[in-house]
């Protein structure tokens, strides 16, 4: 493989030999069902995943009778007199009840279909995306791909089921709000993005899955799990002709109508938008021992070319022990157990961060030197030493992250949601490599330029803060 390989929506096969001779393939049928696969030499085992490109920002709000609407099937039209309750919180409650049954398993049938083959079954509720995804020996994929097809296109949303999962949920959302890393994460998404949809909690508050009815759900569900919705991912030991035939069976056997052609839903765009900070400052006070900080600027685009070159700057910065965070604050000064840099990237709005975990007397300060440290590099950039380690480091994370087949099956579905290419590991290191000691120092400038968010969740005097949200 030589450079990244595009995945065109109209293409309907492809194939491709990926570095350490995996085979990569995917299909594109008639109905807009994509499915992707990398066949991994030597491998046991297989990871599958049903994925949706429709996450936590793609909820509705309550829509007046009076206002119009798009219709499942895309017609625009008015409601007809009747408001549209809000969706807000559905799609974390759809990943708990697909697990709930079906016209022909209950939710025992379900769970019992894994654990009796000792396999692993599970979900996961992203901002822009829904997978649900299992991991089974070879010989038991036929089984992982029929169950999985079956929660995907025939969950009866049992009204139930319903009402015992929203207590589930609640329960979720108050664990949750017991850890303030979970706390100071969504309060930073909200302050660097503030009213864009990507600002939201992923899982819902406590007023929006109380307030959500079936009915939201319901509506959610068939607006959003079509044939022409639906990716197909699977790493390990797969053959691809086979798994297409096994879901091409699994979803024809659920009713779903393969004979009417479909393109698949278009790709979001991944054009970066403005965003309107929502708050310099966020202060949750809670009688905790230790404060948690986190400061954040508006990031990348999950499509970006520099995202490379964020990946090095991430590194050097705060993502290892011999970072320069983790140096100054936790080494040299003693002030944190914790401390380190992230980003995150969507379709058309990011966020770099900053993190540490300190005691409350000192939180002010560390938000400081961890300003103060951004402020340094992007003055000065970072050395060839931090330059090489920080590409030693990335290379060596992603060979070894490879060697996991759910690393591999989330790599297929990312790649076909939201980047639209295929980028293997020689490519990546590739790519790596060709990060310069100026891509770095112009990114974090571009970075620093941005409005600076503080979260922080501890006992806390917000007036502490002023010297550095002045800054």
Wanted: hydrophobic share 40%; glycine share 10%; proline share 4%.
């Amino acid at each position: 493989m030589n450079g990244a390989v595009a995945l065109p929506l109209d293409l309907p096969e492809l194939s491709l030999t990926a570095s350490g001779d995996a085979l990569v393939r995917r299909s594109v049928l008639p109905s807009g069902i994509r499915i992707l696969s990398e066949r991994v030499p030597g491998a046991r085992s297989a990871t599958i995943g049903f994925w949706v490109a429709v996450g936590s920002r793609d909820e509705l709000g309550a829509v007046p009778a009076t206002e119009s609407t798009i219709g499942l099937d895309g017609a625009t039209g008015a409601t007809g007199g009747a408001a549209i309750p809000s969706r807000f919180g559905s799609t974390h409650f759809l990943e708990h009840l697909l697990f709930k049954g079906t016209p022909t398993r209950s939710a025992l049938d379900i769970a019992v279909s894994f654990d009796q083959v000792g396999g692993e079954h599970n979900a996961l509720t992203g901002k822009e995306y829904t997978c649900y995804y299992a991991k089974v020996q070879d010989s038991d994929l036929p089984m992982a791909v029929g169950v999985l097809a079956d929660m995907f296109t025939s969950s009866i949303l049992d009204s139930t089921e319903f009402e015992t999962e929203r207590g589930v949920i609640l329960e979720e959302l108050a664990m949750a709000d017991d850890d303030p890393n979970d706390v100071v994460g969504e309060r930073l998404f909200e302050a660097v993005l503030g009213d864009h949809p990507l600002g939201r909690p992923i899982g819902g508050t406590n007023e929006t899955i109380r307030a959500v009815t079936r009915d939201a759900v319901w509506q959610h569900y068939l607006a959003n799990y079509r044939p022409n919705d639906l990716v197909v991912t699977v790493a390990g030991a797969v053959d691809h002709d086979h798994l297409v035939a096994l879901v091409t069976a699994a979803v024809d056997g659920a009713g779903w109508n393969l004979s009417k052609p479909a393109r698949p839903v278009e790709r979001r765009r991944g054009d970066s938008v403005s965003v309107t900070r929502g708050s310099a400052l966020s202060i949750t006070n809670r009688p905790n021992e230790q404060a948690v900080v986190m400061l954040g600027y508006p990031g990348l685009v999950a499509t970006d070319d520099r995202r490379s070159a964020l990946s090095v700057l991430n590194s050097a910065f705060g993502g290892g022990m011999s970072s320069r965070l983790f140096q100054e604050i936790r080494e040299k000064r003693g002030l944190a157990y914790s401390v380190y840099s992230y980003a995150a990237g969507y379709s058309d709005a990011g966020l770099f961060g900053m993190y540490a975990g300190c005691s409350p007397k000192n939180a002010a300060q560390v938000s400081e030197l961890l300003l103060d440290e951004f402020r340094r590099l992007a003055d000065g950039g970072i050395t060839a030493d931090e330059l090489a380690r920080a590409k030693g480091q990335l290379s060596g994370s992603a060979a070894l992250s490879l060697e996991d087949s759910d690393t591999r099956m989330s790599r297929l579905g990312r790649s076909e949601i939201t980047t639209g290419e295929f980028a293997d590991l020689d490519e990546g290191l590739r790519r790596l490599d060709a990060v310069t000691l100026d891509d770095v120092q112009q990114l974090a400038q571009s970075l620093i330029a941005g409005p600076l968010s503080i979260a922080a969740v501890g006992a806390l005097d917000a007036s502490a803060f002023d010297a550095v949200v002045r800054r």
